[in-house]
Nanobody, 125 residues
Framework: DVQLQASGGGLVQAGGSLTLSCAASGFNFGDYTIGWFRQAPGKEREGVSCISMRDGRRYYADSVKGRFTVSSDSTKNILYLQMNSLKPEDTAVYYC??????????????????WGKGTLVTVSS
């Protein structure tokens, strides 16, 4: 069975940091573009960051550039999102997803092959 298990969400003060993890299983991690979307209440799901496991290219939404870093451990099939300098507007449910297709910019939530359940990030002001 394919699984994407996200973890690491929580409550943090503005300016703080969190690291999200996404443990993948049931598919060939190295063949996919894997990354993070987020959805805040009343807003559409947006692509935050992703990495092409085929060639290592990365994508970051403008709103997180310089603050978030996506990385992976292909030996453990885990994707990470290091989030620094968090802002209240980063509050959302964060989802990891995998797409067999190439990395696209912006990274859109349509046509993903696999989705994980979300993890809630709340940033207090």
């Amino acid at each position: 069975d394919v699984q994407l298990q996200a973890s690491g969400g929580g409550l943090v003060q503005a300016g703080g940091s969190l690291t999200l993890s996404c443990a993948a299983s049931g598919f060939n991690f190295g063949d996919y573009t894997i990354g993070w979307f987020r959805q805040a209440p009343g807003k559409e799901r947006e692509g935050v960051s992703c990495i092409s496991m085929r060639d290592g290219r990365r994508y970051y939404a403008d709103s997180v550039k310089g603050r978030f870093t996506v990385s992976s451990d292909s030996t453990k099939n885990i994707l990470y999102l290091q989030m620094n300098s968090l802002k209240p507007e980063d509050t959302a449910v964060y989802y990891c997803a995998a797409d067999w297709g190439p990395l696209s910019s912006p990274w859109q939530p349509y046509g993903m092959d696999y989705w994980g359940k979300g993890t809630l990030v709340t940033v207090s002001s």
